[in-house]
Nanobody, 129 residues
């Protein structure tokens, strides 16, 4: 199971932290990814982290502003979003690669998983003045 939280309405330049709580038995997944979907646009990958070594990927538009991290004891992955811009607005989703479909490659790419992968319900992030 994958559950996101932490969205909200902020002004440009402000920050938000999203959380993704992962549960399951066994808790064995390849990666956790964050995705977003703006109104009228396709879902896109934002950032991901490999479970094995914590290595990461960021899309270019969020590099230097967003940070993905984890708390292993809580089985939770975070997305710290700083210097938010209106174009960051959208529904943010978390997904876990329990099926080892390898849609996250650290430093290289993040593909949008198939609909039958393990997705959270999404959380709205709105950046507006």
């Amino acid at each position: 199971q994958v559950v996101e939280s932490g969205g909200g309405l902020v002004q440009p330049g402000e920050s938000l932290r999203l959380s993704c709580a992962v549960s399951g038995s066994p808790l064995d997944y390849y990666a956790i990814g964050w995705f977003r979907q703006a109104p009228g646009k396709e879902r896109e990958g934002v950032s991901c982290m490999l479970h094995s070594d914590g290595s990461t990927y960021y899309r270019d538009s969020v590099k230097g502003r967003f940070t993905i991290s984890r708390d292993g004891a809580k089985n939770t992955v975070y997305l710290q979003m700083n210097s938010l811009k209106p174009e960051d607005t959208g529904v943010y989703y978390c997904a876990a690669d329990f099926l080892y479909r390898l849609w996250c490659e650290s430093g290289a790419y993040l593909q949008v998983p198939a609909s039958d992968d393990y997705w959270g319900q999404g959380t709205q992030v709105t950046v507006s003045s």
